[in-house]
T-cell receptor, first 115, second 113 residues
Framework: DARVTQTPRDKVTEMGQEVTMRCQPILGHNTVFWYRQTMMQGLELLAYFRNRAPLDDSGMPKDRFSAEMPDATLATLKIQPSEPRDSAVYFC?????????????FGEGSRLTVL | AQSVTQLGSHVSVSEGALVLLRCNYSSSVPPYLFWYVQYPNQGLQLLLKYTSAATLVKGINGFEAEFKKSETSFHLTKPSAHMSDAAEYFCAVRGVNNNDMRFGAGTRLTVKP
């Protein structure tokens, strides 16, 4: 059963600490997206990759957020230092780039609480 | 850049009644359009998608949506609501060159017994 796997599912940390969220995309998918979901802002696109190369990270606060794909099976989203306003659910999604596809498959999310 | 607008952040229907969730898109060319559903504490699941084939798209759980270019709409419908349909529904748009996928603000569907 192919699925996107995210870790951790829940993370509580204190302001100023570094947080790393990990995502294993579905094997064979060549696009990976990071979204942040909050009650106030809804689903915000933070960054996305194709074939491990970042295509757009304009939705990310550059001073504290970074996203990488060390290899095709792992995507990471790092926050350093974390702030209370970063509290949200972070979703990773993967898909296939190309015509007549386009859908994304979502992980179950990483719920981050920054105290 | 393409975007979607979902009309109504909350919709409440009675069990067995018609479900209609509205979505309008903004794009210079007909894009790919999607409806996703999110249950509490879960990720988003694809309900259906439009990728320039048939304008009436059938999805899972009895949902369907019709692409209307003249109205730039992609409304989601279901003839008869079930209690299990209570969830958050998101409309999304993606350009045909398969770049970023943008989501609407979501519509929370409540189903009353």
């Amino acid at each position: 059963d192919a699925r996107v796997t995210q870790t951790p599912r829940d993370k509580v940390t204190e302001m100023g600490q570094e947080v790393t969220m990990r995502c294993q995309p579905i094997l064979g998918h060549n696009t990976v997206f990071w979204y942040r979901q909050t009650m106030m802002q809804g689903l915000e696109l933070l960054a996305y990759f194709r074939n491990r190369a970042p295509l757009d990270d304009s939705g990310m606060p550059k001073d504290r957020f970074s996203a990488e794909m060390p290899d095709a099976t792992l995507a990471t989203l790092k926050i350093q230092p974390s702030e209370p306003r970063d509290s949200a659910v972070y979703f990773c999604a993967s898909g296939l780039g190309g015509p007549n596809t386009g859908e994304l498959f979502f992980g179950e999310g990483s719920r981050l609480t920054v105290l | 850049a393409q975007s979607v607008t979902q009309l109504g952040s909350h919709v409440s229907v009675s069990e067995g009644a018609l479900v209609l969730l509205r979505c309008n898109y903004s794009s210079s060319v007909p894009p790919y359009l999607f409806w996703y559903v999110q249950y509490p504490n879960q990720g988003l699941q694809l309900l259906l998608k439009y990728t320039s084939a048939a304008t009436l798209v059938k999805g899972i759980n009895g949902f369907e949506a019709e692409f209307k270019k003249s109205e730039t709409s992609f409304h989601l419908t279901k003839p008869s609501a079930h209690m299990s349909d209570a969830a958050e529904y998101f409309c999304a748009v993606r350009g045909v060159n398969n770049n970023d996928m943008r989501f609407g603000a979501g519509t929370r569907l409540t189903v009353k017994p």
